[in-house]
């Protein structure tokens, strides 16, 4: 096994800055962060808003949908944490982009694209457009992943990764968008609204097989998948390895999100990292590192892993 990543989620690193804002990627950039993650929304005139919602007032001390606003509107709001605005404007993509040229150490800016608009070829061109000055540094990663395969069609170069959680994941009831698919529980216990997840026709394992070779022909080949750490886990349980299935086939695996305050998050990352996955994503990089490094308190053995972040 390799060198194990840590990704620095939504730009936190223990700061109080909010998630994803241009205060919060220059503090991971100035603490040497190799690898930032960030939530790109787009919006009306071919800008992406630095938030993960697609309304306004979840995030921010505007309302409407984020789509039908412009740069100029949304740069004059400021993001919202604890029921209340705080003194930080909403970041821009196009701001982003400028701000990380400054930090030559910087090896990945993901970009998290969210699709709460038709991600059309007028919103995906403007994706590259915005980020061709710094292209050799992002990664471009969602769920849809009809947009990136149009996005492989646009530009050969551009780095992926693909998050199947729109097709596949742990059952949640507290934490899943009622919103968004999967809306069913499927035979096997996963959220699934495949035909495969309809009945019980074999072992679980055979099931996720199959479900792990249709998700493949959804995603273009190769780059990162970006899976629920505990989908990894309980895939796992039931006898078959995400992490290998998708090292055969030359993919990267970054499980998320797992922190080291969250005892059970910290033993899931334990776990994943002996399995060999390639990244975690985390919201405290630093914290994270250091408690993988140090052996837990039971009789399993450390990962003895280089871990950076």
């Known amino acids: 096994m390799g060198e194990l990543l840590l990704v620095h989620h939504a730009a936190r690193r223990g700061h109080n800055h909010p998630p994803s804002s241009l205060s919060a990627i220059r503090e991971c950039l100035e603490a040497g962060a190799r690898v930032v993650e960030i939530d790109i929304t787009p919006l009306a005139d071919g800008d992406f808003a630095l938030l993960h919602d697609g309304m306004l007032q979840h995030a921010t001390d505007g309302r409407g949908a984020a789509f039908a606003a412009t740069s100029g509107q949304v740069r004059r709001l400021h993001y919202a944490s604890s029921g209340g605005p705080t003194a930080e404007p909403v970041g821009l993509l196009s701001q982003a982009v400028t701000l990380i040229r400054d930090f030559t150490h910087l090896e990945e800016l993901q970009l998290d694209l969210k699709p709460h608009t038709p991600l059309t070829d007028t919103v995906l061109k ?6 061709e000055p710094v292209k050799r540094t992002v990664r471009v990663t969602t769920g849809a ?26 059952v949640d009831e507290e934490s899943q968008d009622p919103s968004l698919p999967p809306f069913r529980t499927g035979a096997y ?7 495969l997840g309809t009945r019980v026709w074999g072992s679980p394992a055979a099931y996720l097989t199959a479900r792990a070779e249709a998700l493949c022909a959804q995603a273009p080949a190769g780059g990162v998948w970006y899976l629920d750490a505990r989908l990894i886990g309980c895939a796992i349980d039931d006898g078959f390895d995400w992490i290998g299935y998708l090292h055969r086939r030359g993919c990267e695996i970054d499980a998320w999100t797992l922190d080291a305050s969250d005892p059970l998050q910290l033993d899931s990352a334990r776990r994943l990292t002996l399995a060999g ?3 975690i994503t985390t919201n405290d990089a630093p914290a994270l590192a250091v408690a993988l490094s140090t052996a837990p308190d039971t009789d399993a053995e450390p990962g003895h892993r280089r871990i950076s972040y």
């Open 126 to 131: 403007s994706l590259l457009t915005r980020v």
């Open 189 to 195: 216990g996963y959220a699934d609204d495949h035909p």
């Open 277 to 279: 996955v390639d990244r």
């Open 145 to 170: 992943d009809w947009a990136l395969r149009r996005l492989r069609e646009l530009d050969g170069e551009l780095a992926l990764g693909f998050d199947p959680l729109f097709y596949l994941g742990v």
